[in-house]
């Protein structure tokens, strides 16, 4: 009976001995994997951060010799630049005006012109 118990008490330690490899293993492995992301996050957003600002420092130069250098408008560029300001401004009114009940065109006989034949007797 003694050996059938100590058979039983030894199987209960090599499964508690497997379970806590196996916890330790999973434990190490996703401390492991958390770091690993981290670094790759880091590196994500450093990389990304390099990339903003050698965009900015590109536009802000671009705009800087935009307006530091010598420019000659024709009015033909004037006009067009004009015409093309005033559509977008239409565009952008009718885009963003409250509209309560939709478009309503009444394109109708309201009394206005000339007179018929019947209306002279």
């Not at 039983?8 to 293993?25: C, I, N, R, Y």
């Not at 802000?60 to 408008?73: C, E, L, Q």
């Not at 565009?91 to 509209?99: C, D, E, H, T």
């Amino acid at each position: 009976m003694d050996e059938m118990f100590n058979t039983v008490t030894d199987g209960f330690e090599t499964a508690k001995s497997f379970a806590d490899h196996g916890l330790s293993t999973a434990r190490a492995a996703m401390d492991s994997g958390l770091i690993s992301a981290r670094d790759a996050a880091k590196t994500g957003l450093s990389t990304a951060k390099g990339a903003f600002d050698t965009g900015l420092t590109t536009t802000k130069s671009n705009v800087f010799n935009f307006f530091n250098g010598d420019r000659i408008t024709t009015r033909k560029k004037l006009m067009t630049y004009g015409a093309i300001v005033f559509m977008l401004g239409i565009i952008i009114g009718f885009v963003f005006a409250p509209i309560k009940k939709g478009f309503y065109f009444n394109i109708s006989n309201n009394g206005n012109g000339t007179a018929s034949d019947e209306d002279e007797d």
